[in-house]
């Protein structure tokens, strides 16, 4: 019974003592950063595979949220400061083929990184960098002026990679823009996945 009063006292003192901690930077998402998710929640998006099977990709979610991020302290205590930061984040499913992607953005200034849209398909995942007014920042053999998928021409084209955390064959490569979001997935087997 004594232990557990001196650990509730020694919990009152170490967090109940503590003063509200200050906000010290608060870094939002521009209105360019904003547009690199075209996405709406309950959006229906076709896509047709290079067979010719046509299926729905369902934005499940979308939405922008603030985040506080605390220091990280090595003994329990209380924290003086944090900094927020925005995130918004977008989850599309599809039924059959069974697919999900998550593609997120945050304006965390801190993480010493570029910007970047990260995207994530069943396992397979690509960090798309952009500079401080959400171009993407790409070479010349990622970036198509025009492309033509599916009969449709699409304008500011970025073609990226993906690095895969399983050794099984997935996906290999998404055409992107900033009008329609992703406009085809390829698999390591050439099969695509194109908008409709």
Same mark, same amino acid.
């Given at each position: 019974?004594?232990?557990?009063? !001196?650990?509730?006292?020694?919990?009152?003192?170490?967090?109940?003592?503590?003063?509200?901690?200050?906000?010290?930077?608060? !870094?939002?998402?521009?209105?360019?950063?904003?547009?690199?998710?075209?996405?709406?929640?309950?959006? =229906?998006?076709?896509?047709?595979?290079?067979?010719?099977?046509?299926?729905?990709?369902?934005?499940?979610?979308?939405?922008?949220?603030?985040?506080?991020?605390?220091?990280?302290?090595?003994?329990?205590?209380?924290?003086?400061?944090?900094?927020?930061?925005?995130?918004?984040?977008?989850?599309?499913?599809?039924?059959?083929?069974?697919?999900?992607?998550?593609?997120?953005?945050?304006?965390?200034?801190?993480?010493?990184?570029? $910007?970047?849209?990260?995207?994530?398909?069943?396992?397979?995942?690509?960090?798309?960098?952009?500079?401080?007014?959400?171009n993407f920042i790409v070479?010349?053999?990622?970036?198509?002026?025009?492309?033509?998928?599916?009969?449709?021409?699409?304008?500011?084209?970025?073609?990226?990679?993906?690095?895969?955390?399983?050794?099984?064959?997935?996906? $290999? $490569?998404?055409?992107?823009n900033k009008e329609y979001?992703?406009?085809?997935? =390829?698999?390591?087997?050439?099969?695509?996945?194109?908008?409709?």
């Amino acid at each position: 019974m004594k232990k557990i009063i !001196y650990l509730a006292l020694l919990t009152f003192i170490l967090y109940g003592c503590c003063d509200d901690p200050v906000e010290r930077a608060k !870094y939002e998402l521009s209105s360019n950063e904003m547009e690199i998710l075209p996405y709406e929640l309950g959006q =229906k998006i076709q896509f047709v595979t290079s067979n010719g099977y046509e299926f729905a990709f369902d934005v499940k979610t979308a939405q922008t949220e603030w985040i506080e991020k605390y220091p990280f302290r090595e003994f329990p205590g209380c924290s003086d400061s944090y900094f927020s930061f925005q995130e918004t984040r977008v989850i599309l499913e599809a039924d059959y083929p069974k697919i999900s992607m998550n593609l997120n953005i945050n304006s965390n200034r801190e993480n010493f990184r570029e $910007s970047c849209l990260n995207i994530g398909i069943n396992n397979h995942f690509i960090n798309m960098e952009y500079d401080k007014n959400a171009n993407f920042i790409v070479n010349d053999s990622n970036y198509s002026d025009t492309i033509t998928v599916n009969g449709k021409l699409y304008k500011n084209v970025y073609r990226a990679d993906f690095e895969s955390s399983e050794p099984k064959p997935g996906f $290999s $490569s998404i055409l992107y823009n900033k009008e329609y979001g992703i406009i085809q997935i =390829k698999d390591t087997k050439n099969e695509t996945f194109s908008i409709k």
